[in-house]
């Protein structure tokens, strides 16, 4: 079992930046992709990144490429999320995931473990 808890949301003009992070505890000793998840209201859960246990292998969605970066810090079972350049259409719930093998799998059902998510809201 793996809890997973973020934390860095917030409201920023467009054009800001934020920093998530989803902090790991639990069996953390396993080697977990991770991955981060938006959910914007009525719409469907949807990909943003992943990232492989190393930290050597990433996967982006397209729309967020150039201005999102995840990355990890394993001593500090800590996967992040930097977001530059935000646009209002960013604006949703971010949540971070956790599965076990390969950091390739985009569907939401790929993953094990999630956290409770943190709102961005991204105003025009």
């Known amino acids: 079992q793996v809890q997973l808890v973020e934390s860095g949301g917030g409201l920023v003009q467009a054009g800001g930046s934020l920093r998530l992070s989803c902090a790991a505890s639990g069996r953390t000793e396993r080697r977990y992709a991770l991955g981060w998840f938006r959910q914007a209201p009525s719409a469907e859960r949807e990909f943003v990144a992943s990232i492989s246990w190393s930290g050597e292998s990433t996967h982006s969605t397209d729309s967020v490429k150039g201005r999102f970066t995840i990355s990890r810090d394993n001593a500090k079972n800590t996967v992040y999320l930097q977001i530059n350049s935000l646009k209002p259409e960013d604006t949703a719930v971010y949540s971070c995931?956790?599965?076990?093998?390969?950091?390739?799998?985009?569907?939401?059902?790929?993953?094990?473990?999630w956290g409770q998510g943190t709102q961005v809201t991204v105003s025009s």
């Open positions: 995931a956790a599965r076990r093998g390969s950091a390739y799998y985009t569907v939401p059902d790929a993953y094990s473990y």
